[in-house]
Each structure stands twice: as C-alpha cells, then as structure tokens.
C-alpha cells in the first residue's frame, strides 16, 4: 500500500518537516537503518583494527591519498540522473494503472435493459474485465501472485468458474492469454448489440473503444514489467554507491599524527555517518521505485485495486445502472 | 490563491526584477525569514559558547577539518533533481484541474429544448459534475474540506439535495463514490435520448464523451493524490538541508587565530547566513509544491474553481442555451 | 515579435556563430549591456575606496576569506535547472497558441452552400472564435490590452457588434466570459444543421470538435496565466545571481601584496566581467520566457495572430469556400 | 531477448541487491570485463616501463601536471546528460513495438461471419499486418534480419505467397513498400463492408483505425531507424571517456619520491580500476541502449515479437473468434 | 540527408565503437578539425611571442591567477542543459515530419472507384497534399528553397499546374498560403461524397480527419520555425564555449620556472587541446541539431520526404488502389 502524507505537507511551515519525518513505513529511516548500524560496526572494527597494528606514519599518508583519488567516483551525478529515470518510469507505470469507473459507465449507459440477460451480460463483461486485470497483475506483482498462486485460486475467489477456466485452458497460444477475456467481453457486447440491447453501432463503438483502452493499459504494464530499465544500468549506479562507502570505511578513518595528542571524539564518525545514511537513503528511494509492484511499503497495491474494481464495477452495472433520483430545482437559478 | 506575477515580468529589465521582489505573498522572504532568524540566534549562540569556553588552538583545525568532511553532503544536486520532479508533478496536477466549459458547451449545444424538462435535465448535468467535483475536492484540498466539511453541507451549499444524499448514502461500495454522480448525468443523457431531445446517437456519444473527459481529471487528481512522490525522496531531501545547515552553524564560525588580532565584523555570518537562505528558500519551493492542493499561499484555489464551474456551467446550459446573437454583415468582407 | 534566426544557423560552420551574434534584437547583449556597464561602475567605484582607504595587509585577507566562502552559492544548477523549467513551459504556451486553420477548413468544409446564410453564418462563426481569442489574448498579453484597452475598442475594431457586445455585457457570471462567443458557434453550427446545410450529426460532430479544441487551447492558456510558477521560485534564482556577483565586486577585487610591484593591468576585471556578462545573460534567457507574452523582442506577438486568424479565416470560409481548381492529369502518372 | 529482473528487486532490501548482481546476461560484468583487462594490462606494461626507464623526479612532476589538467575532461556530465537522452529514446522505441492484440480484437469483434470467406479474410488481415511487421523488422533489427536475409525466406516461413510476393515486387515505387501489405488489409475490409459482414460504415473506420494505428507505429520505428540521434554526439561522448581513461594510465602511476621507500601495494591500481569499471559500466548501458535492436543481451528481441503476433492474432480472429462461455451468475450478487 | 549508423552499434563491443569512429559524414572530426587546427596554431603564435617577449616570473603569477579566475566560467552545465533542450526540440520536430501513406491509405480505401473522375480526384488529393507540404518545406528547408527557388519551379516539376498556381496568387490574405492545397483537398472530397464515390459521412470524416493531420504537422512545423529557441540561449552558449578557450590560450600555455631547465615537451598541449576538440565537438552537436532543416550533413533531407511521398502516394491511391491478392489459407491454419 502506498504511503500517503499529502496532509503532512499542507504547507511549508516547519511543523510539516516534522509531521513528515514522523512517519516510520516507507521512511527513509526504515530502509537504511539496518545498512547503516552494519557500516557503523564496520567502521568501528576497522578503526580498532587500524589503531593497534599499523604504523600511524604510512596509515596517514595512505589515507589521505586514497581520498584524493576516490574524488573521481562521484555518485552525486549518477544517482540524480538515475533517480529521475526511474521516477519518470514508475510515473507512466503509475498512469497504466486502470480503474474500472470509465468502462463500467460506459457498460451501464450504453447496454440499457433491466431483465436478466442484460444484467447478467453487464456484470459478465466487468468480471471478465477484472479477470484479466487480475491475470495481468499475478505475472507482475508479487502480491497479487501470493494471493492468486494458481488460476485455481482466482476461480475459488469467484473471478472465474469452472467452464471458463476451461475453455480459457483449451486457448493454446504458448503466449500470455490476457486477451482471453477482452474477447469474451467483445462478443457479449456484440450479441447486446444484435438483442437490440445497444441502440446503434456508434454506441457499440463507444464500449468496445472502452474496453480497448482498458486492455492497453495492461498491455502497457506488461511491457514495462518485460522490459526494465537495461539491468546493468542499476547494476552500475548500486555498484557505485556501495564500492563509494566500502572505500570510506578506510579513507575517512581519524588517524592521529604523532605529532599532535589523541583526540577521543575525532573518532565518531559523524559526518561520513550522516552522508552514507543520506546517499543510500537516496538511493534506496531508486531502489525501491525499480519494481513499482513489488512489496516495498510505498509499492502500488494491486490487490486493493483488484477488490475495488470487482466491486465498483459491479455496482456501477447493475444496481446503480440507470439509477437517477428525481430532479429537483436547483437554489442556483435565479 | 495562486500568486500571480505576469504582469510584473512583461520584460526583462531590471524593474521586472525589483517588482518580483516587493511581492510579499507566497514569497519566499515569507517562507524564510523565521528559520533564517532561528539559524541566526544559534549562530550566535554558539559563537557566544565556542569565545568564552574553548581553546582556539583546538577549535581552529576541528572547524577546518568539519569543512572539507562537509563538502561531500552536496545537498545543489538533491534539490535540484528533486525539484526538477515536484514541479513536474505539479504541472500535471494543475493540468488536471478541470474546468466545466468544455463539458457545459456540449451539452448545452447538443441536448436541446427550452421546455423546463430539458433545462432542468440540462442543470441537474452540471450540478451533478461539480458535485462530483466537490466530493473529490473535498478529499484532497484541505480548503475545500474546511468549506465542506461533511456531506450535509453540500447539501446546505445546493450542491446536492436529501433525495439524492439518501440515494448516495444507500450506494454502498465500501471505496469512493465519486462515480454515483456521474452515473446519474449518463442516465439523464441517455433518457434525453429516448425523449428525442438528442438528435442521434452519434450525438449523445460527443456528450458522454465530454463527461468522461471530466471524469478522467478528477481521476487522475485522485491517483495523485493516493500515489505521492514516495515519502523517503522528500524525507532524504528536506534531512540532507537541514543537516547540511546545522552543521555550518559549527563549521562557518569565525575562530580567530592566536597570532592575529581579533575582527569583530568576521563575527557576522553574511554569507553563510545568505547561503542558507537561497538554499532554504530552493527547499521551501519544493516543500509548497509537493502538495499543491495544501494551503500555502500558492496552492490552487479549489473553492473558486467549484464556484466559477457551479456558476459559469449553470449560465451556458440555461440563461444562455442556444443564445445567438443577430448576425451582421461584418465590416471584414470587402 | 519573435527573432528568427534559422537561415543563420543553416549549418555549423563558423560564420553561423558569427551571423548569429551579430542579430541585435532579441540579443544576450541587448539585454546585458545596461546592468554590466553598472556592475563595472560599481567595480571601479569599489576599487578607488579600497585603494586609498583600507591597509593592503587586512584587505587580502578578508577577500581571499570571502571568495572561498562564496564556493557554496553555486548559481550554475539553480540556473541550469531552472531554465529548464521555465523553457519546458514556454514551449507548452507556444503549442496551446491556436491558429485558424484547422476549425477554418473543418468549417468550410462541412457547412455547405453559398447563398447568404450560409456565408454570413461561416462569416460570424470565424469572427467569433476569434473575438474570443482576442478577449482571452487582451488579458494575457500586455501588446494585445494595449491595442484593445476596452471591450469598445474590440467593437471599433470590428470584432464585435453593439447587439453583441450588449448581449455579452448582459451575461452576469463573476466569472470570465469567454466561452460566450463560443456558444454562439456552437448555436450557429446547430442552426445551419436543422437548416439541413450540414448533411449528417456526424459531421456536426466534427465541426463542435474542432471548435472545443480552438476553445481548449485558450483555456489552457489562461491556465498558464492563472498558475504561473510559484513566484518564490524565479525570486530565490534571480536574487541568488545577483547576490553573487554583488559579492564578486569585494571578492574579485585585485589587491596587491606589499612584497610585490603594482600592476596596473591587473585592475582591469576582465574574468570577473566576462562571468558576470555570461551569467547574467543566461539569467535574462530565463527572466525573457517567464512571461512569453510579455514585452520582450523574443515574445509571442499575440496581435499578429489575431489578425492572421481573422484574414485567414474569412478567406478560407468564404472567398475560397468549396473552390477548386479544375483537375488535371498529372504528369507523375505513367 | 530482454533481461528480466523485476522479481529480485521486488523489495529494496540488501539481499534484493546481491540478486541483481548475480545477473550475468545483460549484466555490466559482462560488458565490461575484456576492456578492463586490457586496460590493466596496459597499466601493468607503462608501470615496467616507468620504473625501469624514466628518471623518478621528471616523472613525478609530469605526474602531477597532467593529473591537474586532466581535472577539465570531466566524463560525468557528458555521460549523465548523455544516457538520459538515449533511455528517453529507448523508451519512446518500446512504446512503439507494437502488439496484435488490439487490432485482432477489433478485427475480430467486428467482422462477424464463420463461413470460409470471413475466416479466411480474417486470418489475411493478420498475417498481412504481421508481414508488414516482418519487413519493417527486417530493416532495422539485425537478428530479424539474419532470420529472413531474402524475401524468398518469409514465403517460406509463410508470411507471403507467391503470388503476394509477385505483386508486391511488382509495385514499383523506389521507396520502402511496407503499406503494401496494409492497403491488402484496407482492401479486404471494404469488401467484406460491401460484401455485409461489417454492420456499419462506422464498424469499418473502427478496424481501419485500428490498422492505421499498428502501421504508425511501424512508421515511427522506420523513422527512428532513419534518423538516429547525430552520430557526433555518441562519437564525442565514447571518445571522451576513452581518452580520459588513456590518460589516467600515465597520471595515475605511482611514482614513489626519492626520499620515501618503495611500497609495492601502491602499484595495485585499485581507485583507478575501480572508475575505469564505473565509468565504462555507465557508457556501456548508453552504448548498448542507442541501438534498441541490435545484439546485445538486453536489445528487443524482434523474433519473438512477430512469432507471438502471428500466432496470438491467428488465435484471436479464428479459433476464438465469437467465442464466449455459458454466463454463470457470480457470487459478487448479493 | 541524415547520417545512419544503427548496424555500427548493434552490439555494445569495442569494434562498435571504431566503426562509429570511422564514420566521416555528419562525425564530430570533421566539425572541429578546422576550428582545433586554428586553435593550436594561436597557441603556438601566442607559445612563440611569450617565450621570446615576457619575463618568466611575471608570467608564470598570472598564468596562474587567470586559470584560477576561469574556474567560474563553468561550460560544462551550460552545454549539459542546452544540449538536452536543443535534442528534445529536434525530437519534436522529427516528430511532425509527416510522411503520406497514413491519408493515402485512408483516401485509396475510402475513396472507392476506378473510373476516370475518382482515379484523378485520388491523385489530386495527393498532389495537393505534397504541394502544400513543398510550400511549407520550401519556407523552413534552404535544400528544398535551393530546388524550388520560386513558385514556378514548382510548376515545372509538376506539383502545380497553371491554373492552379494563377487561383493560388489570386488568394490574397497577405499570410501564408500552405492552407489553400488543402482546401482544394476538402472540397474534392466533398465532392467525392455528393458523387457517391464515398459510402457514409462517417467515411468522409475519416479522411477529412487524415488531411487535418496531415496539415497539422505542417502547421506545427511553421511554429517552430518561426519561434525558434530565444536567440539569447545559443548566443550566450555558443559565446561561453568560445571564450573560455579563447582564455585557455594564455592560461594553459607552458611557463618554465626559473629554477628548472626547459622542458620541450610540455610545450605539446596534449590536453588543452583534446578538451578544446571535446568541448566543441559537444557545442557542434547543439550547433548542428538547432536548425534541423538546415544544411549539416546530419540534418533532415525535405526533399527526400517530397519526393518520396509524391511517389508513394500515387502508387497507393492509384496503381495499386483496390489492390489485393487472391487469398490462400496460410500454414498457420491447424
């Protein structure tokens, strides 16, 4: 489920940094505490380590070299530009995520008709609908998957009987059959339109046109989940920020001249602390929008949409269909 | 309210730029000034602490050395992509808000009549719209929430009578019924049809279609609105500033040395007190735009985009439903 | 008006950067040259005081201070990023400024007949969609309020007539009115299809269509007009330019050593003006599109296209209406 | 075929990570391993050379100089920059592969009939769309291309007969003739209008909308393949990198002083190995995305696309053509 | 005619790169050479006057100041963000080159018949079509001005006959004329309807939709020719570049010391001079994508495109309208 804090930043006075740092799911803090108090050990070790064994003379000089060369493995850039990549690829993901209203008001104002059939056809075309946004989002999401295992499962939940999984099986294709059930749906709005159910085939354009636009949404998603960004370009930008902060470990150790006393506090990290949390933080940021169906806390909940769809769309078709109360006389006229 | 300032950079020269700076709502002074004066009492709180209590010797390299570490916390680079996303984002929120011409044009042109059922199917279409528009205002905008704060007082507005309340409440999805309005339009539409108000079918397609359109922006603004940018990319921005600038409350202090005199007027922090504010004030721009629908001083207005839709809609589908001025023989023939 | 320059950037070559320098109107130098001869004054002025004034010794201290301080006010991304910004969203302004043509040929096209009717209903449709374009343009662009400081002169000019411009007067909203003219469109189409000059409702469709997207395209640009970019954006970028270099007058000040001779020609800020030069003219890049229907030589001339529109569009619906040449064998035939 | 990793990375924790990495199809490992050992050899061979022949003092100097220098050959704007314009291209190349399921819906729903003539026709209409895809591919995607190197190779696969093969020679125009295939689909669906299986004119402009939109896609792929991003640019920015690391073979030898002695684990080019891998990694993703069809591991895979159209589309209008199961209510009534 | 490189680069290997270097057309070497060479040959004029002329000490201090001073003059950001703005408008405008077999498909298909009268209306869509696109091209295009320098030489190659070019000049609005070949479009097929040629508005509105695409793009075209980038931006890029290596001349100029001999080699500049190859190499590729329509071997050929879809054209509306084989069941069937 995402993480919702549009409340927290009503404004920008200071209290709404603090409203916003409060929350713990989906934090920046959650995600790289564990990373962060490893580094920390980490650091610590090798700086005992250092302390009783090497030279102090050759340790400074080293340090100080290595630092000055690590100045060319600089991730600022990498991450910024791969952070907006990708939260420009999870926003159009965002954008192919399909509600059911549009489709199912266009069902309900179209295919007109009280009786049985009519019903029955209406409230088939949303199921099939959701069926396939539902088979869609088993091969991307993991959620979904976990939920819906077999296609089993979706026919326990309702979603599909007996026969149509049936008939879905004998479909041999060696490819996804998401299609499966548009077609189905296609062919139920093709015999309302020769019931006389749908007035005239411009209507019937407009449902089918609906529909259309409700499985390229699909298609869309199934696109982005078969290609990803190019894996090596996350292997780089992850790569980087980890080579970055396993060089730190050594090169921003407090390493005492003789020349000068021992400083106790020069020993806390602080700093180089503070930029690993905020560099992996950002990167975990990119980390976590990679698979936008994925289980981070902030990933898109499928599941949920799935539930409202069946739902809502079901209402819309059939209970609420032509449902309209009688017109009252509004105060705006004058 | 959005801020409005066009008038004042009609052009390039220096007087566009001073009166940008005299404005004071939603400026950035205004958004500033109280954490710049905060920033500025610890200055000189701790310069006041760092004279009177520790050696300079020491102070002197621990600020050096505070320096150089800091340099890698380059918060120019976080701002400037996370910026770069948030205005992003806000365009296509303001894209989305949408305004009831378009759809009141088409209904007015297309279901025709002058007899009071037709006017009174005509208004109750656009009553309908805003308030659907209302309802999902009402959800993300903290104003128009404070305006209506239940669905009573819609109802109180004119927006909705207690028929159609009772019939909406009876509606019951367990998600959002954004939808049960515009349900209600597509069956006026479509017994306008069956009355022959509607000429033909490919008629009423253009008017559903328009109904959908609208019904799409409020859609998207509440995807925006269940989908923020994921909270850790403004948790790891607005962290990163301010630690960036609580740590040049230590870094930036002037430490005089022992073998020069002392300056009073390097006690005066004028540049890191003017960094910190241009830097602050890049964040605060980020921070009122995250969530455009709060109540900074340029957050959009959803108030007076749901009276200038309830009134202007209102005006075109009745006062001025097929209005046609006399035609005259414009003076561009020749 | 807008500078072309495409002929002199035909190819790469050198003499394209010299034709391209040489263009006066529109030019970086044109919009520098005021502010640079000040800041050199300035520059100057600063340098006698310091001169004659101020102990050497104290002075080269404080300036080499400074000058490192002044490291952390890096204007180059807040520039770079927020050119991008504001060039993104001329380039949107330019796409929603509307041209005749199409809704002209779709007219033309599909409202038939030349008998007097006819003509002057095609006539008025153009001459209102255009009114609305000049109403909508009178409030967006300085140019255009200048030319049409009242509704009147709109009437002077042609655009309007008396029974018009009192109908639209009796209109009371509170609200803009601009669609007024365009739901007299709308009504005149309707009317020429009962008059049976449009042949089909599918081809009054298409004429509806073309003038919702004329009508679209100026409501988004009183979009643009309404939400400008928060104004503490442009504020924080521009005062950050100017900060700096109000700074670099101290900073970049040459200073000579007591060991070394006086060199005279190191008193000329031949770096330090050149940067200024360059800054500041990136700077007016973005101060001339912020209001791209401003006074600026690079903006939009809304005037031009109003009178294009209207010449245009009476051509095309009445003088060239139906017109076509008779048709002759072409020679690519073989 | 692309390289799918949307599974490893379905949660942003440390494990997620180390899976990415395990990747060795299409992974930057693999990109990059041959050059990095050339590149260490090299290092290797100049690190003899240097210590056996150059006097150590003149060594240093240089050393240091051309390290300074090299400071303005500064790879990572031109790389960043550069790799998000290829990915915006790649990106827009993606969402122009074009699937069949939405035309042979359409072509499906709407051209009823299950005698001979109607299957057959609808089965043409497939496999001439996918034809039209197979030549489109031909040129522009090496593998497809070594798949069908003659025209003679697509009849054998069956894509075309002989006598489609004989009048597709026969059209003469000196162009590339993928509309070929298209104007046969255009002409098959008129006739089945006039031959009544198509209901309305208004079915028929749905499935020749349809079409048209499959074959712009092909289109913009041509016009992406025709006009490649200028080829100055990737030379610019592949040459840059390459002579910036040529030139860290010499700059970053270590050359020990004369008064320290020698240590032999400073020879071991870790930091510089290390950016030489970063850097290489992150042109390498540029390198391998600015031909979308070429070889590489992660490069669409054309084969697949045309095998999956052809049999998905077959399936859709023949096998499943008006098929839809028994409707059975489901237990979402309540 | 645009440079194709896209088999160089189907794999990411290191041939890949070679063969792109290889490439001499459009290629960043022969963009620079002139320029480096003039460059180098300063230098060394400037090497020669230093050596001989000024005393070493003096020049070695301001050498050294003056590069200091340079590092404000950042070009590196300044290239970064303006090339990214120049490639998203040539992307844009690539985008808006309309090729002609979308509207001939739609006539061919639409449009039936083989008589004389329908064979020429078909054909003269077509040429009107590319004579409207010949003007526009004309206007944008020196390549295309250069073939057709005026309007009868559009006459002569055919696009034009005399009594069409004769109603053209009669047309007097006093701007552009590109509509009035689609006018005379509009009007035929109109006519087309009247005749019977067409079967349904419907029908006619698909084709009337084409054409306004068509001219869509054309108009879109005119825009961006005739408000270009704001000359201020290439200006002070361009001027930023050429100053910066104009300094570099003097600043990066070998200066012995007085204490250690002459070294002849470092009076190479081996790295001045690849920066200034790179940096401008980068500069030529905005210089050479601003005006897209111009005369750089990279930029689009307009006539090509005429050519091409005037030839194509009337292939598809003519020779091969109606055109389809004799259908065979395919291999597919099982």
């Given at each position: ?131 396939s946004?539902?088979m869609v ?31 879905l099986?004998?479909t041999?294709t060696?490819y996804n059959k998401y299609w499966v059930p548009i077609n189905w749906c296609n ?28 499985r390229?949404?699909l298609e869309?998603?199934c ?112």
């Amino acid at each position: 489920m995402t993480v919702s804090y549009a409340l927290s930043v009503s404004s920008a006075r200071y209290s709404a940094f603090l409203r916003l740092l409060r929350k713990w799911k989906g934090s920046v803090v959650k995600a790289v505490w564990a990373e962060l108090l490893v580094w920390i050990c980490l650091y610590a070790m090798i700086s005992t380590i250092i302390f009783w064994v090497i030279p102090i003379e050759a340790l400074n000089k080293e340090a100080t070299r290595l630092d000055n060369l690590l100045g060319i493995l600089d991730i600022k850039f990498m991450l910024g530009f791969f952070v907006t990549i990708v939260v420009d690829r999870w926003k159009t993901i965002l954008q192919n995520i399909s509600f059911i209203e549009t489709v199912a008001l266009s069902v309900s104002t179209i295919i007109r008709g009280t009786d049985d059939n009519a019903r029955l056809s209406r409230r088939s075309i949303i199921r099939y609908l959701v069926l396939s946004q539902a088979m869609v989002y088993r091969d991307i999401s993991m959620r979904v998957r976990r939920r819906f295992p077999t296609m089993k499962s979706l026919m326990e939940a309702g979603f599909i009987f007996e026969n149509e999984l049936h008939e879905l099986e004998q479909t041999e294709t060696g490819y996804n059959k998401y299609w499966v059930p548009i077609n189905w749906c296609n062919s139920i709005v093709w015999r309302m339109q020769d019931q006389k159910y749908i007035e005239a085939p411009v209507s019937t354009n407009n449902v089918l046109n609906n529909i259309r636009d409700f499985r390229t949404q699909l298609e869309n998603l199934c696109k982005f989940d078969w290609v990803p960004i190019p894996i090596a370009y996350p292997q780089i930008v992850f790569l980087a920020v980890r080579i970055h902060f396993f060089f730190t470990l050594f090169t921003r150790q407090y390493i005492p001249t003789e020349t000068e006393e021992f400083l106790w506090y020069r020993c806390i990290p602080l700093i180089p602390a503070t930029s690993f949390f905020l560099y992996l933080g950002w990167m975990k940021v990119a980390e976590a929008l990679l698979n936008p169906f994925g289980e981070d806390d902030d990933d898109f909940e499928g599941n949920w949409v799935i539930d409202k769809n069946i739902k809502t769309g079901m209402q819309i078709v059939d209970q609420s269909h032509a449902e309209c109360p009688i017109l009252n006389i509004d105060q705006f006229s004058d």
